[in-house]
């Protein structure tokens, strides 16, 4: 678990987290009543999977594929 983690030259865990959160906000929004799909690294994908199930974070393995409902701005995780 990085949050709360911080060394001189590294984006700190809650900053990384709200970067991609924004992103993700601003896909989603940009494509209403579409389907996305989305291509990112293990690290935003735990981020965007913890928001959605609210659970801890996992860890994302590589070739994995999620779906993740956004209806009126919440989010449903939806393993498959």
Known sequence: DLRGFDAEGV???EDFARRVMECFGEVVSGSPDRKV???THG???DVILQKAS???AQIAGNCEVFRIKVTGGEMEFNPL
Do not use: F, T
Request: glycine share 16%; hydrophobic share 40%.
């Open 11 to 13: 984006e700190r865990y």
């Open 37 to 39: 799909i989305l291509v």
């Open 43 to 45: 690290g935003a994908i």
């Open 54 to 56: 609210g659970k801890p």
